[in-house]
Structures are given as structure tokens and as C-alpha cells.
């Protein structure tokens, strides 16, 4: 079964500063998609960026990117110029693709989570 | 537009009653999802509907049912709650099964 793993149970960054939230995932798939959501305190499940595996290029929206290593099997978030709106907690998610037969194509598949907060 | 409805905000429920937590979108997405959230464990799927009239088990669905009647609503029943459904119940839709899922605000679940 597909797993991911956030090793960062929290996090701290001054504002302005850049902060990297680690993820790795385990699945024997070649093609799948990857998530980052953002939970601010008001407990609303926001995405903040995705990608295909089949992409070679790293996505990125805004002030944030992600550097996707297939062959590592990781995908970490980078948060450039942190503003306190940051301050959340942060899910890496593991999504199959069409056409996989293991039962749980399509499925979210969430880790533990990242709580990031953002000093003034 | 409202996007995601969930019902009620919070609930503090007795151990063996039953309580369904309502779910409404407005977007016309095909797929909705019922997801559990638990301090330090994450989200885990509970059940998915890929269209209205089919539903589908996740990861966590013993103790949870699910029906679809028509897309825009997705009920999740308890039908004799036990403490450890104490939780935070979120409801997401997304266009396709493999598209971008929208969350609702959640539900407080308290089973005492």
C-alpha cells in the first residue's frame, strides 16, 4: 500500500524568510499524482499546488514551488518570502492514476502533517 | 457561490445514538469523498461516491455508511457511534475523480 511520510511534525520561520516542509511517499507506480495542502487555523483544507509524476518539471504557484525527486520518491514544498498567512498545518497527499488496478485509484492518501509557523 | 455546506458545525453525541452529518455542493462535481481527521494520523478516506447512485469504501469506513441519491448532496450516518468516531469530519467534491478536491469546513464530532 501506498504511504507518505512527513518527518517534520513543526516547523518555525521568520517572515521573509524561505522554509523547505519534507515529504516522501512509497509506491512501486511510475505514474500517480502529488499534493500540498494548506489547513490554516480556520481548519479549511486549501491546495496549495500538484503534481504529475510523469512531468519532469517542478510545479509552482506564487510563492511557492515544489522539487520533485521520482527516484528518491520525494516532494518537498518550498514556501518563499513567508508571510504570517502561512502559519498552517501542511498535507502531503499520494494520488494512483487512472487505470490502477490496486482498488484505491483516485484516492487521497494524506500524511501526518506539518504545522508551520510563521514569526513576525 | 457556497461551494462545500456542511451540517451541523459541531455535535456532541452519547455512545450507542445514531446522527447523520449532511453535505451539500453547489458546484455540480461528479465525485464527492467523506474524510475523518484525527489529531496526528491526518485525513483518511472514509467513503467516496464517483457519481450520483455508487458509493465505494476508503480506508476507514466500518461504523459509517454513505448514500448518493442525486449529486449535490452526500450524507454520512452513524448508525451507533462509538468514542473513537470522535473527529473531525470533512466532505469534499471534486469535477472528476482525479480532479482538485474542495473541502467543506468540517464537522466536530464529540462521541462521549
Known amino acids: 500500500a501506498q504511504t507518505v511520510t512527513q518527518s517534520q511534525p513543526e516547523m518555525s520561520v521568520q517572515e521573509a524568510e524561505t522554509v523547505t516542509l519534507s515529504c516522501t511517499y512509497d509506491?512501486?507506480?511510475?505514474?500517480?499524482?502529488l499534493f500540498w495542502y494548506k489547513q490554516p487555523p480556520s481548519r479549511q483544507m486549501i491546495l496549495v499546488i500538484r503534481q504529475e509524476a510523469y512531468k519532469q518539471q517542478n510545479a509552482t504557484e506564487n510563492r511557492f514551488s515544489v522539487n520533485f525527486q521520482k527516484a528518491a520518491k520525494s516532494f518537498s514544498l518550498k514556501i518563499s518570502d513567508s508571510q504570517l498567512g502561512d502559519t498552517a498545518m501542511y498535507f502531503c497527499?499520494?494520488?494512483?492514476?487512472?487505470?490502477?488496478?490496486?482498488?484505491?485509484?483516485?484516492?487521497?492518501?494524506f500524511g501526518k502533517g506539518t504545522k508551520l509557523s510563521v514569526k513576525p | 457561490t457556497a461551494g462545500i455546506t456542511q451540517a451541523p458545525t459541531s455535535q456532541i453525541l452519547a455512545a450507542g445514538r445514531s446522527m447523520t452529518l449532511r453535505c451539500t455542493q453547489d458546484?455540480?462535481?461528479?465525485?464527492m469523498y467523506w474524510y475523518r481527521q484525527d489529531l496526528g494520523l491526518g485525513l483518511r478516506l472514509i467513503h467516496y461516491?464517483?457519481?450520483?447512485?455508487?458509493?465505494g469504501k476508503g480506508e476507514v469506513p466500518d461504523g459509517y455508511s454513505v448514500s448518493r441519491a442525486n449529486t449535490d448532496d452526500f450524507p454520512l450516518t452513524l448508525a451507533s457511534a462509538v468514542p473513537s468516531q470522535t473527529s473531525v469530519y470533512f466532505c469534499?467534491?471534486?469535477?472528476?475523480?482525479?480532479?482538485?478536491?474542495?473541502f467543506g469546513p468540517g464537522t466536530r464530532l464529540t462521541v462521549l
Open positions: 458546484m455540480r462535481h461528479n465525485a
Open positions: 469534499a467534491s471534486s469535477e472528476g475523480r482525479y480532479n482538485e478536491q474542495f
Open positions: 509506491t512501486s507506480e511510475n505514474n500517480y499524482y
Open positions: 461516491s464517483n457519481t450520483a447512485g455508487t458509493t
Open positions: 497527499a499520494f494520488m494512483n492514476p487512472p487505470g490502477f488496478y490496486g482498488g484505491s485509484q483516485g484516492n487521497l492518501i
